[in-house]
């Protein structure tokens, strides 16, 4: 079968290889800031499976002053319903606020909190803090040194390979290995490289065979073809952290775990998502101009597995009202010839 991929690493066309065996790894959801919080992740589960747990994406701590409660509507047990166990992050360079926030998270019952150090966007890793601190392996080892002591809850870290250099992570690695962390999530690029460029899979088996704690792959995860070739080149890893695969595939999960179906009502289930995901925007937000602009950028993702996502793309993205938004994603959803025949089977 014809595999044609993006820029993003996309594959528009997976080959139909049926596997000889189901797996049941454990998938965790990616912390996409913009993209899979609290409405995301309802909606979502409701309509879709495979996802174990899900990372949230992080909450900033502001120096000396208090949280902003919008900052935590996120993580409020009340506002999370689907029932998938959810870990809170935090985006800290500052031990106290830290330790101020994460007590926060641990009172509203959290059991786990993650730190962030991959965030590769130059506003964030200027100021230090994201994936801008992993050239300072003595401030993150006196940062961890000051949590530990103080968290009443355990610690997980996602981190990438380094800022500049990927030889970074070797600075780290004992670094890590000297506290009782939960667990380390690796995404194996460095920040200068964004979401662009190969994944360093030699890199990450450094990382699986030295980090005493378990180790959880992230990075390009976008068919199951790529899992599959992951999962039997490391199969010590404690789990697999997908995040663009879901909104480019969101059947994906259910084909990793349960394998691809041999035929599916996909495109009326897609549909139905949504439509209730759109609703799910339409009470949080305050306007419909919060609502276009929220799924416009979906859109940037949902279109990558459409035969012709160049029209489509133009047509939502010049909707200026929900009504012509509506007519656009109705000439998408109508019209089979859009949806691939391997993806979508009636």
Known sequence: MHDKRDDKGFSEFEAVTPRTEIVKERLILAPLHGFTDVTFRNVYHRHFGG??????????TGRGRRMNPSHLFDLEPCNNDSGVPVVPQILSN???????????LFQMGFCEINWNLGCPFPMVANKMRGAGLLPYPDIIDQMLENIQKKISGRLSIKTRLGRFSADEIKQLIPIFNRYPLQRVIVHPRTGVQMYTGQVDLSSFELCLKEIRHPVVYNGDINGID??????KRFPDTSGWMIGRGVLANVFLPEWIKDGRPKSHDGRNRFYRFHRDLVDG?????????????????FWGYFALQMTDRRRILKKIRKANTLAIYNDAVSYAMERPKHWPSVFFES
């Open 51 to 60: 996802i174990d747990e899900a990372v949230a994406p992080f909450v900033p």
């Open 94 to 104: 500052n031990p106290d606020d830290f330790i101020r926030l994460a007590d926060t």
């Open 226 to 231: 790529i899992y599959d070739t992951l999962s």
């Open 281 to 297: 925007y339409l009470r949080r937000f305050s306007g419909p101009t919060h609502v276009l602009d929220r799924m416009k950028g």
